[in-house]
């Protein structure tokens, strides 16, 4: 067992400890300013890592002692066994924060840290790559205590290896999920188990990805420059308790708009297979297909599907887009055009901050709790409705 941290975008620690709880039950976590601390095998953590869709990184603890010198921080360091944890090619990379300690100069702390974990290796002949995948190590001095962790993820776990980088302040996976998770949690307080999915302005449908949680096409750490006795570690799962059985997926038919050609394109490629799916070029045409489903007698299945509408539209505020939402008139008046368009039941939407506030809601929607976060450096509310006429009772 050891004890893992999740770290959270400020703000969405409470999302994290959700999901930490899903995915490990029994690992008493606590979320704390930053992040989640839980208990957890590098077995199970290495077999759900990839599942774990809100948190930024995870770190595994190695150590925790006080440090007030060099000699003893090269000491203890040089201890800890590292041969055992370190992939024979990896390359090891130190990061250091340090506060109200004597060992203040970062550059020495990671020199030293550096040198020892080196010390305690077999000579490698120049085996080590510079593998984008490095071992990460983390040392945090706090009052002359020094917290040395191993980062378990490799890249940032918003890399989930499957998009390409859209437009230049794209929405992080990890931000998208933590909207997805709000999400689901709106749509299972009903009674309906069958929905239609509106992205009207989907990029890559980044939501959707998220919602449909595939399994990320990419390397961790764990287990691949960071070891650990797998075969033991794995046979303590059997003891743990089942998790994660697969529900069925509420939402019956899916629809996505974009008006940009080439991530239409994408769009096309990844729904290839998708037979519940309709892709317009812009959201206005999107809103006439689905006017002209409601109005048609012989719509069948699809009219009668409430629908929950995902949006991330262009925020205009470094790039000029005659579609941008810059300001909160302008947000009011994107809200009314959701209304008018999708009659939607579930409604979540991602507006940058503006100075006035927050923009008042079509009559009849009801506000839920926002998630507010940063992207790039911009402030950022993800805002979630009902609208009660519509939902499914
Ligand atoms: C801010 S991006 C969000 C994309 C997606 N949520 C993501 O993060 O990948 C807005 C997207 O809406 C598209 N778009 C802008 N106006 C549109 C319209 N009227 N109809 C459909 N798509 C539109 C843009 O091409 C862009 O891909």
């Known amino acids: 067992m050891v004890t893992a941290f999740a770290i959270a975008n400020p703000g969405l620690e409470d999302l994290v400890e959700h999901e930490v709880v899903n995915l490990w039950p029994a690992s008493q976590p606590q979320a704390e300013r930053g992040g989640v601390t839980f208990q957890v095998t590098l077995g199970d953590l290495h077999r759900r890592l990839p599942e774990l ?80 995948l490095a071992a990460q190590i983390y040392v945090r001095l706090d009052q002359d205590r020094a917290m040395i962790s191993v980062d378990a993820s ?55 990805r998220e919602w449909r949680a595939e399994r990320p096409q990419r390397d961790w750490a764990l287990g691949r420059m960071i070891l650990f006795r797998q075969q033991a570690e794995l046979a303590s799962e059997s003891d743990q308790t089942a998790h994660g059985t697969l529900s069925v997926d509420p939402i019956a038919h899916w629809c996505f708009a974009e008006s940009n050609p080439a991530r239409r394109q994408g769009l096309k490629v990844w729904l290839a297979e998708e037979e519940s799916a309709t892709l317009a070029e812009s959201s206005r045409q999107l809103g006439e297909i689905l006017i002209g489903v409601l109005a048609s007698s012989s719509s069948g299945i699809q009219a009668a599907l409430p629908r929950v509408v995902v949006v991330n539209p262009p925020w205009g505020v470094r790039l000029k887009s005659p579609e941008a939402v810059p300001t909160r008139a302008k947000q009011a008046e994107f809200l009314e055009d959701l209304e008018k368009n999708f009659g939607p039941a579930i409604v979540a939407v991602v507006f940058p901050r503006t100075r006035e506030g927050l923009a008042g809601a079509p009559a009849g929607w009801r506000e839920m709790k926002p998630l507010q976060f940063k992207v790039g450096g911009l402030p950022v509310v993800a805002r979630f409705f009902e609208v009660r006429a519509r939902l499914p009772r």
């Open 53 to 132: 869709r809100v948190a930024t990184r995870v770190l595994i603890r190695v150590a925790e002692f006080v440090a007030k010198d060099f000699p003893k921080l090269h000491k203890r360091t040089l201890a800890l066994g590292w041969r055992h944890w370190l992939a024979k090619d990896a390359e090891v990379k130190v990061k250091v924060a340090s506060q109200a300690s004597r060992l203040k100069i970062k550059r020495r702390v990671e020199e030293v840290v550096a040198e020892a974990i080196e010390e305690s290796r077999p000579p490698t002949r120049g085996l080590k790559t510079s593998s984008s």
């Open 154 to 208: 490799g890249e940032l776990m918003h890399k989930r290896g499957d998009r390409e980088e859209v437009g230049r302040a794209p929405l992080r996976e990890t931000w998208a999920a933590a909207v997805v998770q709000r999400l689901r949690a709106l749509l299972d307080r009903t009674a309906e188990s069958s929905w239609m999915w509106i992205e009207p302005m989907a990029g890559t449908a980044v939501f959707a």
